[in-house]
């Protein structure tokens, strides 16, 4: 077997940060140097988000959130790896991604031949420490376990050279050059980087103005609003730059490879990543809804040495699902039937289009569908969004199993069109999203790259839902994603089923959410308040039952001990949607009643 391949794949990397695709004035020379060798992809979405749901659409070639969260690979699914190996193909895993060790995540390793784990990234659980690190002042308003295991784990690594993401390319490049003469084998180096914690080496941090020790510990937003001041604001975006110049560095070592081993004539390269990031932009940190470009819009370079046309690039709308298959196709290996993803070979050689419309969203989010020119953002019919249902045979999320009380709620359910002949088990799903709450968006970016007008515009919307209603259709989506959506399941889309008019107001009062946030300061507290953790406000009998009257069922999802740990303040707009400050007051006066506490 005469070819091979090789995947280099980041963790939210936003492509408006490589100098290829925006002049951004990040340092990133090796992805210039790639760009010249390969073919860059301009219109690249997601499909399924976030981390797991991405790499199970890399493994299956199909989406996954219309039926699942977070999980493990199942029973019934195909694994590009697998059948790789199956086909006499070597297969080869190295890896820093610390999630594929957790429950809900554990199956995807071991698809693969062999594979290398380094470990020390973020919250991984790695270092075992009794005494508490030292705390310094920081952008997270309350320390999790996460934060405090990060802090000990980084104690134990000296340098670039002992940095996970150096390690990773370390093993992932002994591969290479152990295999550099043999034939029939692909590797994934794949690197946690440049996800947060923005953790980058000393000679990287030192080229964007330098991280004063004061600073130091501004490299990790949560996922919210952007409360701080300008100044570090900008050193957070400092120390992200840093580190994807550090992404940079390691992907010149696989050129390196590439060239000192003459592998550009036979050896297939991708390079991509499962999402991006938002550093400010719609005034927020992190990834969530909605999935604006920053998160959705992802860079993507390929090198086929069948098809050429290195150093050029292609509009055509691509997405994750079809990176599996244009694996498969390299290496001879036909797709199954089940794989909605095409293989890019025509693409890369001619920019053939594989698609018209592309399918991205999370599980229980708005659903959204692009043409490449406008993106919907279809939301929930109401702000209840259900009905909503996981199916699955692998009953893990993040970190941990279901939750017994929604276990006790499972339904055994007939197979799905993809599971094959296997029933699932039918369970509810977790109403942590709100996405009623921010509106349907519509967004012309040709007009408005940045997505910062949505549109009312009953004949494009007319258009994009039902290409909505079609792409859910062929990904057998669930009745109940039809209803939860207030769309059709047969049939076309009518004028009774659109929304951007009547959720318009709703649309641009959550872009004014941030516009003035209050500091937890300003709020009253007791025994707990608004800085309290959600657990230790469960914890507490008497703010438990205000809590619940004023929420429900605390909605902490796949991330459970993560979420537990996430104080009130940072919680409230997924608990309250966009609109939260109100509401979070009210619950804090509450709160300070009875816990004897007040203004």
Same mark, same amino acid.
């Not at 995947?7 to 004035?25: F, I, Q, W």
């Given at each position: 077997?005469?070819?091979?391949?090789i995947?280099?794949?980041?963790?939210?990397?936003?492509?408006?940060?490589?100098?290829?695709?925006?002049?951004?004035?990040i340092?990133?020379?090796?992805?210039?140097?790639?760009?010249?060798?390969?073919?860059? %992809?301009?219109?690249?979405?997601v499909g399924?988000m976030?981390?797991?749901?991405a790499? !199970?659409?890399?493994?299956?070639?199909?989406?996954?959130?219309?039926h699942?969260g977070?999980?493990?690979?199942e029973?019934?699914?195909?694994?590009v790896?697998?059948?790789?190996?199956?086909?006499?193909v070597?297969t080869?895993?190295?890896?820093?991604?610390?999630?594929?060790?957790?429950?809900?995540?554990?199956?995807y390793h071991?698809?693969y031949?062999?594979s290398?784990?380094?470990?020390?990234q973020?919250g991984?659980?790695?270092?075992?420490?009794?005494?508490?690190?030292?705390?310094?002042?920081?952008?997270?308003i309350?320390r999790?376990?996460t934060?405090r295991?990060?802090?000990?784990?980084?104690?134990?690594?000296?340098?670039?050279?002992?940095?996970?993401?150096?390690?990773?390319?370390?093993?992932?490049?002994?591969?290479?050059?152990?295999?550099?003469s043999e034939?029939?084998?692909s590797?994934?180096?794949?690197? %946690?980087?440049?996800?947060?914690?923005?953790?980058?080496?000393?000679?990287?941090?030192?080229?964007?103005?330098?991280?004063?020790?004061?600073?130091?510990?501004?490299?990790?937003?949560?996922?919210? =609003?952007?409360?701080?001041?300008?100044?570090?604001?900008?050193?957070v975006r400092?120390?992200?730059s840093?580190?994807?110049s550090?992404?940079d560095a390691?992907?010149?070592r696989?050129?390196d490879?590439?060239?000192?081993?003459?592998?550009?004539?036979?050896?297939?390269?991708?390079?991509?990543?499962?999402?991006?990031?938002?550093?400010?932009?719609?005034?927020?940190?992190?990834?969530?809804?909605?999935?604006?470009?920053?998160?959705?819009?992802?860079?993507?370079?390929?090198?086929?040495?069948?098809?050429?046309?290195?150093?050029t690039?292609t509009? =055509?709308?691509v997405?994750t699902?079809?990176?599996?298959?244009?694996l498969?196709?390299?290496?001879?290996?036909?797709?199954?039937? !089940?794989m909605? #993803?095409?293989?890019?070979?025509?693409?890369? !050689?001619?920019?053939?289009?594989?698609?018209?419309?592309?399918?991205?969203g &999370?599980?229980?989010?708005?659903?959204?569908?692009t043409?490449?020119r406008?993106?919907?953002?279809?939301? &929930?019919?109401?702000?209840?969004n259900?009905p909503l249902?996981?199916?699955?045979?692998?009953?893990?999320?993040?970190?941990?199993?279901?939750?017994?009380?929604?276990? =006790?709620?499972a339904?055994?359910?007939?197979?799905?069109?993809?599971?094959?002949?296997?029933?699932?088990?039918?369970?509810?799903?977790?109403?942590?999203?709100?996405?009623g709450?921010y509106?349907?968006l519509? %967004?012309d970016?040709?007009?408005?790259?940045?997505?910062?007008?949505?549109l009312i515009?009953d004949?494009?919307?007319?258009r994009?839902?039902?290409?909505?209603?079609?792409a859910?259709?062929?990904?057998?989506?669930?009745s109940?994603q039809?209803?939860?959506?207030g769309?059709?399941?047969? #049939?076309?889309?009518g004028?009774?089923?659109l929304?951007?008019?009547?959720?318009?107001?709703?649309a641009?009062? =959550?872009?004014?959410?941030?516009?003035?946030?209050?500091?937890?300061?300003?709020?009253?507290?007791g025994?707990?308040?608004?800085?309290?953790?959600?657990?230790e406000?469960?914890?507490?009998?008497?703010a438990?039952?205000?809590?619940?009257?004023?929420?429900g069922?605390?909605?902490?999802g796949p991330?459970?001990?993560?979420?537990e740990?996430t104080?009130?303040?940072?919680a409230?707009?997924v608990?309250?949607?966009?609109?939260?400050?109100?509401?979070?007051?009210?619950?804090?006066?509450?709160?300070?009643?009875?816990?004897?506490?007040?203004?």
């Open positions: 077997m005469s070819v091979r391949a995947v280099v794949m980041y963790d939210s990397l936003n492509r408006e940060y490589l100098t290829p695709y925006a002049p951004c004035g340092e990133t020379p090796n992805f210039e140097r790639l760009a010249a060798r390969s073919v860059r %992809f301009n219109t690249c979405y399924s976030p981390c797991m749901p790499r !199970r659409e890399l493994h299956t070639g199909r989406y996954n959130f219309l699942r977070w999980g493990p690979l029973p019934f699914d195909d694994s790896p697998r059948m790789l190996g199956q086909a006499g070597t080869h895993l190295a890896t820093d991604h610390m999630h594929y060790w957790e429950d809900g995540g554990a199956t071991t698809r031949g062999t290398s784990l380094i470990r020390g973020q991984d659980p790695w270092k075992g420490r009794v005494a508490d690190p030292e705390v310094g002042e920081e952008l997270r309350h999790n376990g934060w295991q990060d802090q000990i784990n980084r104690e134990y690594i000296n340098g670039l050279a002992e940095y996970p993401q150096t390690l990773t390319f370390d093993a992932g490049l002994e591969f290479i050059s152990d295999n550099a034939q029939g084998w590797v994934q180096i794949e690197t %946690f980087d440049p996800h947060e914690p923005f953790d980058a080496a000393e000679e990287f941090r030192s080229r964007y103005g330098g991280r004063s020790p004061e600073m130091a510990h501004y490299d990790w937003p949560e996922y919210q =609003a952007v409360l701080e001041d300008d100044d570090l604001a900008e050193q400092g120390h992200y840093a580190l994807v550090q992404c390691s992907l010149g696989v050129l490879a590439m060239d000192a081993h003459n592998l550009w004539e036979d050896t297939m390269l991708i390079v991509c990543t499962d999402h991006g990031f938002l550093l400010g932009e719609h005034d927020r940190w992190g990834k969530g809804m909605p999935w604006f470009e920053e998160t959705a819009h992802t860079p993507l370079f390929v090198w086929d040495p069948v098809a050429g046309a290195a150093g690039s509009d =055509a709308l997405q699902i079809d990176i599996g298959p244009t498969l196709d390299h290496f001879g290996v036909d797709p199954t039937p !089940r909605q #993803g095409r293989s890019l070979r025509e693409t890369v !050689r001619s920019s053939a289009p594989v698609r018209e419309f592309g399918l991205f &999370s599980f229980g989010g708005h659903v959204n569908v043409d490449g406008y993106v919907y953002m279809r939301a &929930s019919a109401d702000h209840s259900e249902f996981e199916h699955t045979l692998m009953p893990t999320r993040m970190r941990g199993y279901f939750a017994g009380e929604t276990l =006790a709620e339904e055994l359910a007939d197979p799905l069109p993809f599971t094959q002949g296997m029933p699932v088990l039918r369970t509810p799903g977790t109403k942590g999203h709100t996405p709450a509106g349907t519509l %967004f970016l040709e007009s408005d790259p940045a997505q910062q007008h949505p515009d004949e494009i919307e007319t994009m839902a039902q290409a909505l209603v079609e859910m259709a062929a990904n057998d989506a669930p109940s039809f209803q939860r959506l769309l059709p399941e047969h #049939g076309q889309v004028a009774e089923h929304l951007c008019r009547s959720q318009h107001a709703q641009l009062a =959550a872009q004014r959410a941030y516009d003035a946030v209050p500091s937890p300061e300003s709020f009253p507290s025994r707990v308040g608004v800085t309290s953790t959600l657990r406000i469960l914890d507490d009998p008497d438990a039952v205000v809590l619940r009257r004023h929420i069922d605390v909605p902490i991330f459970a001990p993560v979420a740990a104080t009130l303040y940072r409230a707009p608990l309250f949607g966009p609109l939260p400050w109100e509401k979070l007051g009210a619950l804090a006066d509450e709160l300070a009643q009875v816990s004897g506490g007040g203004r």
